[in-house]
């Protein structure tokens, strides 16, 4: 607890209650380093209230902006020329652009017309696209930065080879050999003689003696230099997640498209080709029964069948000749099917007769169908003459789209298109909200699929009376299915190849609908591919923005049946009148194929002999822009005469009928059905409808409706919709004041025309949402006419601003309503965003315009910006400035779902006002009326209360509002007064804070808030916003301040700390007042990072995200590139040191150990006033000692003091969070002034300080750098995913998010589109946050990784040293230096032991040189810890690979023991430890190169015969002595080197390595603990807790001398119960140590503590390997220890420990759950072996090892270690023979062999374990004949017996142990005989009385005890040895007990025969009888074997005869 706060609090007392008295005491005393920020006094105003912020625009005026020197002049104001009004043109598509030209033109079409032509108008802040919502700080565009870093050298990439850093290569040529040119197993040290060697080279003036300020500038400078500019270029780039401030100009309005898809058709071919063929090609949905394109026309005829209609063809126009059609698809689905149509000129006969020979006659047989095809092709060639014009239908087939795609994107079909071109719709953006793939089954893509090219062969005669496309939908229907009635019939044959592919982006030579080129078209010659307009399935919502104005006609049926006459053959001609004389037939009707453009009239084609027929045929029609009353449709039905008769017309006309197009003024469309009238219709007919019946007319079947026809409009003049029409229709008459005006039947005059359009405004909410969206910009800008320049009438002014505007909130919500799915993250419609941004303009004049703009008007404010944000409440506001109608002022509406658009509108607006007005230049408090600013204030109040209100209703929407409120305010601070907008953004925080108290769920609030300031604070001139040139002003009263309260605590400086730079960096009023909103985001943060803050998790990461991508744009912003410049920035983020040095304890960890975060803190908290806090009560050295320094593994916690009390509660952030948090935290560091972080630095109070010092170390630790390999290993760290996922999870259980808005959150993460920009966020995010997918990275880009990384680390580790050296100089004066230089060197040593790369090492090291020559007491006078920390890290990299780490670290080496001699005159210190780290170096480093450390060896030799000042003293002699004692040390790990594959040896040359320091207990011990940690690594747990034994056995020899306490153990003894080995210990006699020699004993290690941590890890080992019973005994010689300290917390964990082991015994009893080990005896034989030669070893391997491994094993070692055919294993286990082996080879022999217990021992060793530790003993079997085999017949079989004891018992300190003794007992066969009986009866008995029984093993015995077959079975065995009685009298003890065992194995037969028969189920009975008959047998052949009786048993035998019956009980333990 700073005592700075607690002294403020006393000031304050006389003010405070009681109870808030107690509450404050509480929290002091609990030791937070929080003094909980919310209501610290020292900052004047509490935290959670904003403060009241300075008057922006006044204090500007203040300042003459040349105040400011050179580049920050730019700082102080926004520049001159921020706002621009642009015109840009809009893109059209085409060549030209399609409008009509030179037509009188009605109000409608010209002002759609003027629409689709007129510039977009352009509001643009020209430094906009520097803040980061226009160009955010992505993984793409950090990689563009991160080009050109300079490659980092690290020691761990370098070691991957053994010379690998570049420096070396050179190197190494000059010095000796590398160890591979040396023979390997030589005596290598004799080679590398240190004078021999070649030196690094030195650093030149390292010797001088310079003044300490000199070194520190020349190591600043160098430092300085090739610094990176930007730090977080090198971090991960912000979360994109978090950015809620992005936004992205609008895409300007385009047309929609669907998945577009190129169908190119390549050939058609026939087996007879006799006359021309046409193909129609169109898209049919089957689901929707809908067409879903128009019909495309394709002619593939070759030009002798083009010519057979010469006669008719005008010359093609070459639109006509496309054979390549684009498809758009907006719905796709898998229902779609491409329908292919034939048709050929109309002959006689029906369609069945014309297709016969197509079905009959085959191209194979042409020759002899000759005569046939000769006559039908003269029959063709007469009927194209005559009836050429005419068609008849053919064929049909269909292609079922979804298959083709689904599988070109697997099968390559025969694909000879273009081979695998790319799908090229990679770019989404040209489709738009239509997208969606619709959901389920219809998940269907035409994107991206693989060109197939298809050959249809099939194709299906049409039927005449099923053309219409309801049969064609049932065909398709039936087609889908797998037993399709089509397949039945008989198909025309034919070959039509088609290609389909995905369309490209922008193909070229290609034809809009309406046939216009579109761009690129390189030639108009070039063959065309047609653009098929769509008709999409469903609605397609999207605006119109060109001119279209097409109809299509579709003739359904006709029935004639009725009709009298010649009538059979009928075709329909449709003509486009504009009058009713022929002449007047317009060319708008497009041609087909091979044909004319356009025609003036059509023909369907025709059914022969048919009197109703059906039609399938579409007319497309170009509608002329200007329709009038009198155009109409004309049909004329002919009958046609297909055979020629004299006197009979080709045609004759047989009815009439027609369709007006205009009615009331709108065009007509839909279905009709028409009566037909048989004469011409009469003059005038036109206007009227043929349903009217006209006197004298006749009419077919008395004038009922006998055609059906359909017209379709696709058009962007004609809304279609009766709702738009009259709204359209009565603005333009409005307009034109065109009075009276008839409107249907009522007639308009000036007096009623308001009150219907008044009826009309409402009325649009009536219109259907399709027509409505298209045609919403036509709408928005009529209505925004009507309320800007409200309409005149009859003189007065019309007021229709309400109707108005609530029609347009209606329309901006339809539209917003329509297009949810295109929406972007934050619920944006891009549609309303690109209209506003692009389309949206005020009309009228203003008279002040510059020449050329275009004419508006203030009212700009309405529909601006574009990223469609709400809209509800903008227009009535803004026309109170302009309108020539102040006092008409409308409430604010409801506040809806479309504030955001009218916000947004209303800022663009404004701007338009502005930019028109010319008011740029005025000052912004002037530029808008008083009246228009309280109406804005009034506006924000509102909806910033609905945010507030509806945030726990319907949380989407408030933050949609809350969003479009932010963007709103900040793009007020482009326009008007900035303080005024501060000062509603206070009022919308007070608004927030009132709220909070009441909340039910804050968190959701706050995040909402913490979302607004960061949209707030990416206003691209956020750093001129926050006044950084102004310099703070104290605060007002001296008593709450700062100033005051600091003044006595103040630890480095004598005079009070300066007040002004203390409220820099804190969250101060002045501080919060002048940069105000930094001091808003810092206030969020530090709320956000508070111990008891709500919903933390997703705060902390959301704050400390906003704070992060700020600093990323300074990062990359031009504007702040100068040094100079990015200070004056970093001045804003300062308070975040100080809140980051707050939140330190629940910062993750990333240098683990427990209780490690306050590391330096808690050593430097010399605050003894804390009665309350332990730590407080220890000084601080001792804290220091307990403590265990950071980097002393394994000795952390303190064994008398709980947990440290500093670590308050309070939800820890995660590793992220506090990753990104330090980096900010670095950022600021590098970029502030140095001398004011000194000048804080010196008014810190030594807790603070610490924490400053923890803070750093915790950065080191954070952006260590991990290798290549890492990033090879896990492709970049996963866990980000998983603690995300936890965060989120959390919070969804704590409710602080809803799970809707989860819901939402997550499906709009999915969404498939929306804005495109948004769609390329979400693909990367961190490295942290990277798929996990191995295959996705590169190896570039893994490269790349490792080298941003390397970056990262070497600029972090940087910074934290200039920091250090500022803190250094800070502290050289005070009086409590020590401890603070005790905490940096702490962080310098850290640094220097993580991983580095060479350049940071160099200014480490030079720091560390510099740290130690001005403070060298800190090394030399105090605690050991450091020192030996200091010489292992610069061992470390005197053996680094890197030449130039290796010099500065021998430099560094040498002037420590230069310097420790310098103080003492001997430099034992440095000599005892550098020794030790030397050891432990080797001992764990895996890649340790001796060969470079010698090199440094031989470097500090160099410097100390080179070094004058020492010449006289014996330095020079120690040095070399401590040289080449350093030089055996690394000869014995050379050696070790060599065996590093052969774990025995390498562990026995370690072994031997300790016990040759058996003199020097550290190094002994450090020796003891490098072995065991080579044993864990090797997973042998025992042997490494056996190490750990004999390491604490060591220590407690050391302790038992210094004296005597009774809870210690006695030395060795002590642990003799663990292993008998423990006594080699206590060889530590007196004489060889007296514990006080200085450098003796000093490690941290032999210290009870030191004691504890060894057997601590000792039991650890025991329970990793299995063996819990000896956990026990460790825990015995511990738990006085921890009883004597009363260390409670560690007694409960032990016996926990204990119970544990304890269970783990029980549930393994029978032992077979953990097998301990196997041995192997393994001999070594041969010269080759070197000191193996002849050695015995018993080895133990894993368990359950087969001797076949082990063999294999050390076969293969050995022979990779001298070659092939050197190394045979010896198969047998009898005794070697040197004499017969070959010299040149190596022999290894390996027998198993079990562990061997004496009788005696058997009764001691009970349990399982017993019988598997301690093992000394072991034995193996050798059965062999007289003759030489192993094996023989029963009367010669021997058996050999050997005995093996071996130096230590098992388990040991290695895993392989000498033989010492061996003995041998041979068996003669009856032995043998008599051994083999017992086992079997011992086997039988096992198996009888298991429990519970086992039916199967007991058979098994059984058959093999009493079957008859086996050989040298029992009975074999009694007629060998029992037959005769023997000769010899010695045997016949054996041949009696032989008989007994026999009478035994017949008992225990009998007795198993028992349970078998108890155990069988009935099927076995048959079995078990066998058995008992076997025995039987068996029983009565032994029967006489067994009685007969010996003559006498003998007496004892003579004493010469070795009794072997002792042995015969060999192997007696019962199992």
Known sequence: MAASERRAFAHKINRTVAAEVRKQVSRERSGSPHSSRRCSSSLGVPLTEVVEPLDFEDILLSRPPDAEPGPLRDLVEFPADDLELLLQPRECRTTEPGIPKDEKLDAQVRAAVEMYIEDWVIVHRRYQYLSAAYSPVTTETQRERQKGLPHQVFEQDASGDERSGPEDSNDSRRGSGSPEDTPRSSGASSIFDLRNLAADSLLPSLLERVVPEDVDRRNETLRRQHRPPALLTLYPAPDEDEAVERCSRPEPPREHFGQRILVKCLSLKFEIEIEPI?????????REKKKISENFYFDLNSDSMKGLLRAHGTHPAISTLARSAIFSVTYPSPDIFLVIKLEKVLQQGDISECCEPYMVLKEVDTAKNKEKLEKLRLAAEQFCTRLGRYRMPFAWTAVHLANIVSSAGQLDRDSDSEGERRPAWTDRRRRGPQDRASSGDDACSFSGFRPATLTVTNFFKQEAERLSDEDLFKFLADMRRPSSLLRRLRPVTAQLKIDISPAPENPHFCLSPELLHIKPYPDPRGRPTKEILEFPAREVYAPHTSYRNLLYVYPHSLNFSSRQGSVRNLAVRVQYMTGEDPSQALPVIFGKSSCSEFTREAFTPVVYHNKSPEFYEEFKLHLPACVTENHHLLFTFYHVSCQPRPGTALETPVGFTWIPLLQHGRLRTGPFCLPVSVDQPPPSYSVLTPDVALPGMRWVDGHKGVFSVELTAVSSVHPQDPYLDKFFTLVHVLEEGAFPFRLKDTVLSEGNVEQELRASLAALRLASPEPLVAFSHHVLDKLVRLVIRPPIISGQIVNLGRGAFEAMAHVVSLVHRSLEAAQDARGHCPQL????????????????????????????????????RPASLYLARSKSISSSNPDLAVAPGSVDDEVSRILASKVKSM????????????????????????????????????VITRVHKDVELAEHLNASLAFFLSDLLSLVDRGFVFSLVRAHYKQVATRLQSSPNPAALLTLRMEFTRILCSHEHYVTLNLPCCPLSPPASPSPSVSSTTSQSSTFSSQAPDPKVTSMFELSGPFRQQHFLAGLLLTELALALEPEAEGAFLLHKKAISAVHSLLCGHDTDPRYAEATVKARVAELYLPLLSIARDTLPRLHDFAEGPGQRSRLASMLDSDTEGEGDIAGTINPSVAMAIAGGPLAPGSRASISQGPPTASRAGCALSAESSRTLLACVLWVLKNAEPALLQRWATDLTLPQLGRLLDLLYLCLAAFEYKGKKAFERINSLTFKKSLDMKARLEEAILGTIGARQEMVRRSRERSPFGNPENVRWRKSVTHWKQTSDRVDKTKDEMEHEALVEGNLATEASLVVLDTLEIIVQTVMLSEARESVLGAVLKVVLYSLGSAQSALFLQHGLATQR??????????????TELCADLCLRLLRHCGSRISTIRTHASASLYLLMRQNFEIGHNFARVKMQVTMSLSSLVGTTQNFSEEHLRRSLKTILTYAEEDMGLRDSTFAEQVQDLMFNLHMIL???????????????????????????QGSP???????????????????????????????????????????????????????????????????????????EEGFCSGKHFTELGLVGLLEQAAGYFTMGGLYEAVNEVYKNLIPILEAHRDYKKLAAVHGKLQEAFTKIMHQSSGWERVFGTYFRVGFYGARFGDLDEQEFVYKEPSITKLAEISHRLEEFYTERFGDDVVEIIKDSNPVDKSKLDSQKAYIQITYVEPYFDTYELKDRVTYFDRNY???TFLFCTPFTPDGRAHGELPEQHKRKTLLSTDHAFPYIKTRIRVCHREETVLTPVEVAIEDMQKKTRELAFATEQDPPDAKMLQMVLQGSVGPTVNQGPLEVAQVFLAEIPEDPKLFRHHNKLRLCFKDFCKKCEDALRKNKALIGPDQKEYHRELERNYCRLREALQPLLTQRLPQLMAPTPPGLRNSLNRASFRKADL
Request: aromatic letters at 8%; proline letters at 6%; glycine letters at 8%.
């Open 278 to 286: 046409f193909g129609i090609l169109a898209l049919y949905d089957v």
């Open 833 to 868: 965003a690109a209209y506003v941004h692009y389309a949206f303009r005020l009309p009228g004049t203003e008279p002040s315009l510059p020449d050329g703009a275009p004419p508006v008007t203030v009212q700009a404010a309405t529909l601006a910006r574009g990223s469609g």
């Open 911 to 946: 701007a338009l006002h502005l930019l028109l007005g010319q008011r740029l230049d005025t000052p912004r408090k002037l530029r808008f009326p008083g009246r228009f600013l309280d109406d804005i204030t009034a506006l924000v109040g509102s909806v910033g209360l609905e």
């Open 1410 to 1423: 510099a740290l130690v020559s001005k403070f060298p007491e800190l090394l030399f006078e105090e605690d």
């Open 1531 to 1557: 000869t014995d790990t050379v050696k070790m080197k060599e065996h590093q594959e052969d774990p025995e040896m390498l562990i026995d040359l370690m072994y031997r390595i300790a016990r040759g320091y």
């Open 1562 to 1636: 550290d190094l002994r011990l450090t020796w003891l603990q490098n072995m065991a940690g080579k044993h864990a690594e090797l997973g042998n747990h025992a042997e490494a807790a056996q190490c750990m034994v004999h390491a604490a056995a060591l220590v407690a020899e050391y302790l038992a001398l210094l004296e005597d306490h009774r809870h210690l153990p006695v030395g060795c003894v002590s642990f003799q119960n663990i292993s008998s080995n423990v006594l080699e210990e206590s060889a530590i006699s007196d004489d060889i140590l007296s514990p006080d």
């Open 1814 to 1816: 301690g093992l000394r």
